[in-house]
């Protein structure tokens, strides 16, 4: 074990080091004071806390950071509480942020009287991609069964997902406009919840996040029937993308960092020298095949540009369900 | 005999001279951590996470198994010399074991439950070591109605209970279903009793705030006026003669740790539980199995030994779906997931069969890890027992500056601290006027979870509230609870009758 680590090591250090060749000059204008305050949009243990603990783990033991990075939970009102937290840390060159899809959604849906244009970007790490699952034990095979097995429930289909107002609950909204169906939409705490309940057989699908279900595809206990991806995920070969099959279905999970509004223009060349070696880092790269993530590596006005369109497009989304936004 | 081989692999790792080191100092450091209230195994795992990676997989799980089991060994202390609970899953625990402390039996109450930690570890261990995969199916076999069945199980091991006001009971049951549902709602996703416009109220009421003002505060608050001028002190003191009659004492209770463990375990096997239902119910079906129900609460053994099985049985039973399953059972567990994902490894259903020399290689230092927290424990319990021995006035100014700090700690939320005082004071109005407080924070662990369960079943089902009685597991389960409710109201009828016919009987004697 212990010789693997090592080359793991020796390896993202060269690539580290070549990368502090080529970008010399931002790491050394400004180096953080004291530790870093990583603040988490969601609870312990959650998906997003989990990927943000990996993040945190990497740079110490690449030592990307001269400060330690200490991450703080701040899930409360579906991030309205970390958001609200960050804006009064206007200015402030030592906070972080990792954000995930309630960077937008939170705000539209409820008036906490921040605007997220105020805020820094420093980098996307990923994107998250959705699949639509059923369990392996029933008869459907494309998205031509699933779709008519949908319509002969008459509405009692059990489609299972995260809380209302939440990624799962609008990938279902848009499946629902798309092929012109209702489901029944049955929220629950967590995405591994849910797919330990699909497995259980108490729903009847979901459009879990490939790291939440892959274990159990691999076990062959879950189906996927369609990626909602422009291209097939490298995990799932032969599973169809949405828009093969005709329907243009495509949403992502958002994983980036962002900072306080008017954070010193040397602090954000750090940071985002630091996510740049982070995403080059041997680990990163092994953990986004392994588990299905898009590693889209994108700073700064590009950032910030795609925030704002994001924002934009679950405006709609929002409005679509029904739900009233700000 | 594949099992064995396994196993033995197992041990030859954890059992080597560094890893014995490194389980030692896990141990004792899980022990402080889980002693310091408001730090729990969550905290102490994720403040050494990032240690592990650095050190081999193999000596870094063992660390992280000494130091989960040394916090939920440690948990009991501080609820049993202060009163304050350790962790919320040692909530249950300052029931019996804060009376026992105030009787003067703080070393018989500190031995128990460290005996009773060792005894529901180890037979959760041994469960898990033999029947991890058919349980996991058992774990799949919970969906929404099974739990929300399995919550108002718990609930009625309170409610019906004889000895304590059923209408006191009834009240403080339900003034903690309303604590319980402040907060975002999970299914329409809205706010709900923001009270005051706090933003702090948006991720809820902790149930370890309300413990933490309630037990410790109110219990301060509440010791401060009873001994006026002159401070109760406690006789507290522990030599090996009375180790001794404590393990003799401890011989005597195999029936209620057994059950402790078994219940333990299969609830913290459930994602959706954990250990402190797990502790709760324990507690409440012990009490209700007992013989002298009202000695509950006032300073029972067995109330100390009944939760304190649960928890650590939990924690082992919260292993197996992240595990197998690759969902964490608890906020811990999910922090070793993390971790697991780390090393390179994929918890799912295929991970026993992937990397068995990590999965024996953790279940042994599970055994090991165990084994030395109860060592450690031991021989530590007259250090904490000599912490009683402080002058009440010092005592009083330390437990009230560790519940500040224990309210802060987790979530760094200066509205945490105010509501531990609010509680605090408001606990002790109600413990003046006879309010019993358990069925106040036993309602804030269930509320949610039955809440979000029972609406579940009914968005899933159409609204058929018959859906709880059709499935065989939610039927037994709601069977069973009825029978608990009516069991007390049986047994009073039975007593009554009894008396009736004693009275009969008398005059022809």
Not at chain 1, 77 to 99: F, P, Q, W
């Amino acid at each position: 074990m212990t010789y693997t680590f090592m080359r793991h090591f020796s390896l993202a250090a060269a690539a580290s080091a070549a990368f502090a060749l080529a970008t010399p000059a931002a790491a050394q204008d400004w180096e953080p004071q004291k530790p870093v305050e990583m603040v988490i949009m969601a609870g312990q243990g959650g998906g997003a806390d989990r990927l943000a603990r990996l993040f945190q783990s990497i740079i110490q033991k690449e030592n990307l950071s001269n400060m330690p990075i200490l991450p703080v939970n701040k899930g409360g009102g579906s991030g309205a509480e970390a958001l609200r937290y960050l804006m009064d840390k206007e200015g402030d060159n030592h906070v972080i942020m990792a954000t995930l899809n309630s960077y937008y959604t939170t705000p539209l849906r409820t008036d906490i009287g921040v605007d997220i244009e105020e805020f820094t970007p420093i980098a996307r790490m990923a994107l998250d991609t959705f699949v639509l699952w059923v369990n392996a034990d029933s008869d459907i095979e494309t998205l031509d069964d699933y779709v008519a097995a949908v319509k002969e429930s008459g509405g009692t289909w059990k489609m299972g997902g995260t809380g209302t107002g939440q990624e799962d609950s609008l990938v279902t909204a848009m499946l629902e406009e798309e092929f012109d169906v209702s489901v029944t939409y049955v929220p629950f705490s967590g995405g591994g919840d849910v797919a330990k309940n699909l497995v259980g057989g108490h729903i009847d699908s979901s459009v879990n996040n490939p790291s939440e279900a892959l274990g159990f595809y691999q076990a062959g206990n879950l189906r996927p029937i369609a990626a909602f991806t422009p291209d097939r995920i490298e995990a799932l070969p032969d599973t169809p993308t949405m828009g093969e099959l005709g329907h243009d279905l495509v949403y992502w999970m958002q994983r980036s960092f962002v900072a306080p509004k008017d954070m010193a223009p040397e602090a954000v060349a750090y940071y985002t020298a630091m996510f740049e070696q982070l995403n080059a880092s041997e680990e990163w790269q092994t953990y986004t095949q392994e588990k299905a993530l898009m590693a889209e590596f994108l700073t700064g006005e590009d950032l910030q540009a795609y925030f704002v369109e994001e924002r934009g497009k679950h405006a709609e989304l929002l409005n679509t369900m029904g739900e009233a936004t700000n | 005999m594949e099992l064995l081989g396994h196993l033995a692999d197992g041990f030859a790792t954890s059992l080597s001279v560094t890893n014995l080191m490194i389980v030692l100092i896990g141990v004792t450091a899980g022990l402080f951590i889980g002693a310091m209230p408001g730090l729990g195994s969550v905290n102490g795992v994720a403040i050494v996470l990032p240690i592990t990676f650095i050190v081999p997989p193999s000596s870094a799980i063992i660390l992280l198994a000494a130091i989960y089991y040394g916090a939920m060994y440690g948990g009991a202390i501080s609820s049993i010399l202060l009163g304050i609970p350790g962790a919320s899953t040692a909530v249950a625990t300052t029931f019996d074991g804060r009376p026992m402390a105030q009787q003067g039996k703080a070393g018989l109450a500190l031995i128990a439950a460290a005996v009773a930690s060792f005894v529901g570890g180890t037979i959760s261990v041994v469960l898990f070591t033999l029947f991890a995969a058919p349980l996991a199916d058992v774990a799949l076999a919970f969906g929404p109605p099974e739990e929300f069945a399995l919550v108002l199980l718990a609930f009625t091991t309170f409610v019906g209970l004889g000895g304590d006001d059923v209408l006191k009971t009834i009240i403080m049951i339900c003034l903690g279903l309303v604590l319980s549902t402040v907060g975002l709602d999970l299914i329409s996703g809205q706010p709900r009793l923001i009270f005051f416009d706090q933003p702090g109220f948006y991720s809820g009421v902790s149930f370890l705030v309300l413990a933490i003002g309630v037990y410790g505060i109110g219990e301060i608050l509440h010791t401060i006026e009873t001994s006026k001028s002159a401070p109760a002190v406690t006789p507290a003191k522990l030599t090996f003669k009375e180790l001794w009659l404590g393990l003799k004492e401890m011989n005597k209770l195999w029936r209620t740790m057994t059950f402790g463990s078994l219940i333990g375990f299969f609830v913290g096997m459930l994602p959706a539980a954990g250990a402190t239902p797990a502790a709760l119910m324990a507690y409440g079906l012990s009490k209700l199995m007992s013989k002298k129900p009202d000695s509950f609460g006032k300073g029972n053994i067995e109330g100390v030994v009944a939760p304190e099985t649960a928890n650590n049985a939990a924690s082992t039973g919260s292993l197996l779906p992240m595990l197998t399953l690759g969902i964490p059972g608890s906020p811990t567990t999910a922090l070793l997931l993390g971790g697991m994902v780390m090393w390179g490894l994929v918890p799912g259903p295929l991970l026993f069969i992937e990397q068995p020399d990590f999965v024996w290689g953790l279940i042994s230092s599970l055994y090991t890890a165990n084994f030395a927290a109860v060592i450690v424990n031991i021989a530590l319990i007259p250090v904490f027992v000599w912490a009683l021995r402080m002058p009440f006035t010092v005592l009083c100014a330390m437990v009230i500056v560790l519940c500040i700090v224990g309210g802060y700690a987790p979530n760094q939320k200066m509205h945490d601290v105010w509501l531990i005082v609010g509680f605090g004071v408001g606990g002790y109005v109600l413990r003046k006027a006879d309010y019993p407080m358990a069925p106040l924070v036993l309602a804030l662990v269930l509320g949610p979870l039955m809440e979000k369960s029972f609406r579940q079943t009914l968005i899933a089902e159409q609204g058929n509230v018959m859906a709880f009685v059709e499935r065989p597991l939610s039927a037994t389960f709601i069977a069973i609870s009825a029978v608990f409710f009516l069991l007390p109201l049986l047994k009073h009828l039975h007593r009554f009758s009894r008396r009736k016919t004693a009275a009969n009987e008398s005059p022809a004697d």
